[in-house]
C-alpha cells in the first residue's frame, strides 16, 4: 500500500474518531457548540468516507505508478494537503462564525471551502484518466514503452 | 475496468464535481450572505454527494471488482448492469429536479423509486457473486 494511500486512510479514521466524537456531544445539552451538525456531518462524509475512497481508489484503480516520487503523485499530494488543510479550517472556522461573526472568520470560512473544492478537483485531474479497460491500460503501456 | 463500471465511476466524478461545486457556493453564502434563496439547492447537494457519489461509486467499482461467474458469464447479463445505471441516475435526477420545484413533489417518491430499483437490479446481479472459491 503507498505512503499517500496509508496517510489518506489514517487521517480519515482519525476524522472518523472526531465525528463520532461530536456525534456524542450533540447528545448533550451542557456541551452544545455552535455548527455541531454540518461539521458533523462534513467530518464524516469529507474527512472519513470520501477520504478513504480516494485513498483506496489511488492504490487499486489501473494505471498506478508504482514508483512513489512526489512527482508521479503530485496530484494526490496535493489533494491530501488541500482537502486537509480546508477541513480543518472549516471545522475551526465555521463554530466561530456563529459566535463572533467576524470578517476574519468569514474569509477563513470561504477560503476552507476553495480549498477543498481545489482538492477535489486535484483528484479528479489524477483519477480520471486511470478510468480504463484492460485494453486501454496495455496500449497506454506500449505507447510509453515506445516513447 | 469494464465499460459499466468505468460510466458508474466517470458519472460519480461527475457527481462529486456538481455536488462540490453546489457546496462551495453555500458555503460561500454562509460566510457572506449575497444571495439567500442558494439555500434551495442544499437537498440536491446532500443528493448528488450521497447517492450521484458515494453509493454509484460504491456499487460501479462493486460491479468490476467482485468475483466473476466462471466460463462465458463473466459479470452476469450486461443489458441490466447498463439498465442499474439508467434507472438509478434517472432516479437521481428525478428527485434534483423535484427538490428544485421543477418537478412536482410527487416526483420525488417516484424518483426514490427509480434509485431503489437500481439498487435491486445491482443486488440480483451480484448476490451469486458473493462467493468464495477456496473450499
Excluded at chain 2, 447498463?82 to 432516479?91: Q, S
Aim: aromatic share 12%; hydrophobic share 55%; glycine share 8%.
Amino acid at each position: 500500500m503507498p505512503l499517500i494511500t496509508r496517510l489518506f486512510l489514517k487521517t480519515g479514521l482519525i476524522f472518523f474518531v472526531v465525528s463520532l466524537l461530536l456525534g456524542i456531544i450533540q447528545q448533550i445539552d451542557a456541551l452544545t457548540v455552535a455548527a455541531l451538525v454540518p461539521l458533523f456531518w462534513h467530518m464524516l462524509m469529507v474527512g472519513w468516507i470520501t477520504q478513504v475512497i480516494i485513498g483506496v481508489s489511488l492504490w487499486m484503480f489501473p494505471g498506478r505508478i508504482k514508483d512513489e516520487k512526489f512527482h508521479n503523485q503530485r496530484w494526490a499530494w496535493i489533494t491530501y494537503f488541500l482537502l486537509n488543510i480546508g477541513l480543518i479550517l472549516r471545522v475551526v472556522s465555521e463554530p466561530m462564525l456563529e459566535v463572533s461573526g467576524a470578517w476574519g472568520w468569514k474569509i477563513t470560512l470561504a477560503i476552507s471551502a476553495v480549498l477543498q473544492f481545489m482538492a477535489l478537483l486535484s483528484y479528479i485531474r489524477e483519477i480520471w484518466p486511470r478510468i480504463m479497460s484492460k485494453k486501454q491500460r496495455i496500449k497506454k503501456k506500449r505507447a510509453k514503452r515506445k516513447s | 475496468m469494464t465499460l459499466p463500471s468505468r460510466i458508474m465511476v466517470k458519472l460519480s466524478l461527475a457527481y462529486l464535481l456538481m455536488g462540490a461545486s453546489m457546496g462551495v457556493m453555500l458555503l460561500l453564502n454562509k460566510a457572506f450572505n449575497f444571495y439567500a434563496p442558494l439555500w434551495a439547492v442544499l437537498p440536491v447537494h446532500i443528493e448528488f454527494m450521497l447517492i450521484g457519489w458515494v453509493v454509484q461509486l460504491t456499487l460501479g467499482v462493486a460491479y468490476w471488482i467482485l468475483p466473476r461467474y466462471f466460463g462465458k458469464q463473466g459479470r452476469g447479463n450486461p443489458i441490466l448492469a447498463y439498465a442499474m445505471i439508467g434507472v438509478l441516475n434517472t432516479g437521481i435526477i428525478v428527485v434534483s429536479l423535484s427538490q428544485l420545484d421543477v418537478l412536482p413533489s410527487a416526483g420525488s417518491w417516484m424518483g426514490r423509486c427509480l434509485e431503489m430499483g437500481g439498487v435491486i437490479l445491482f443486488v440480483f446481479l451480484h448476490w451469486k457473486r458473493i462467493v468464495t472459491y477456496n473450499k
